[in-house]
């Protein structure tokens, strides 16, 4: 069963420092997405991104950060200069046609900065 | 604003007994709904979804889940409890093109 795959599984990062995560959606979606959650909160939506250009986005999800598309099989997450509030577990969702409702997640990247 | 309220931030049962997680949504309409479950260091794994078919909604591992729009709730169940089920749920409701999870509950399934 095709699934979504992120990496690292872990990184850990000097506040200040840029960080990329990575991810590979569902070969054939058309829709992704970010999501993270904060130790023991709840999982908040960040972005959404469809046809090379971002659908939605939260209030969480400013200017340092960016989304990108780079070819035709990953999807990043760009965190500019990282803040330690940044720490999180972030995870990578694609969902396929309009149609289709399902928000299919990957295992996630666990980010810590100090 | 859509929420997702899990009424309950852990549950214990015994295993072989019955599971029941509380979820009840917010919104003017009937929204999809889903119930996700997240075993420690994995991601989330979908359990099931309701999109407006039926209100009785049968997902994996012997997970069912009922809308009852008069309630506003989707409450997740299970007739038995197995030792391999305790991990954490979450409930969420598609708002536009995102998901709105709750909480989370936490379920301890003892010996």
């Known amino acids: 069963e095709p699934e979504v795959t992120q990496t690292p599984s872990h990184q850990v990062t000097q506040m200040g420092q840029e960080v990329i995560l990575r991810c590979v959606p569902i070969?054939?979606?058309?829709?992704f997405y970010w999501y993270r959650q904060i130790l023991g909160q709840k999982v908040e939506f960040l972005v959404s991104?469809?046809?090379?250009?971002?659908?939605?986005k939260s209030e969480i999800f400013d200017d340092q950060f960016s989304v990108e598309r780079p070819d035709g099989s990953n999807f990043t997450l760009k965190i500019r200069s990282t803040k330690l509030e940044d720490s999180a577990m972030y995870f990578c969702?694609?969902?396929?046609?309009?149609?289709?409702?399902?928000?299919?997640f990957g295992p996630g990247t666990r980010l810590l900065v100090l | 604003a859509q929420s997702v309220t899990q009424l309950d931030s852990h549950v214990s049962v015994s295993e072989g007994t019955p599971v029941l997680l509380r979820c009840n949504y917010s919104?003017?309409?009937?929204?999809?709904l889903f119930w996700y479950v997240q075993h420690p260091n994995k991601g989330l794994q979908l359990l099931l979804k309701?999109?407006?078919?039926?209100?009785l909604v049968k997902g994996i591992n012997g997970f069912e889940a009922e809308f009852k729009k008069s309630e506003t709730s989707f409450h997740l169940t299970k007739p038995s409890a197995h030792m391999s089920d305790a991990a954490e749920y979450f409930c969420?409701?598609?708002?536009?093109?995102?998901?709105?999870f709750g909480a989370g509950t936490i379920l301890r399934v003892k010996s």
């Open positions: 969702a694609s969902r396929g046609t309009r149609g289709q409702e399902t928000q299919y």
């Open positions: 070969s054939n979606h058309l829709y």
């Open positions: 991104f469809y046809n090379n250009e971002i659908s939605e």
């Open positions: 919104s003017s309409y009937s929204p999809s």
């Open positions: 309701y999109t407006s078919a039926a209100t």
């Open positions: 969420a409701s598609e708002y536009g093109n995102k998901l709105v």
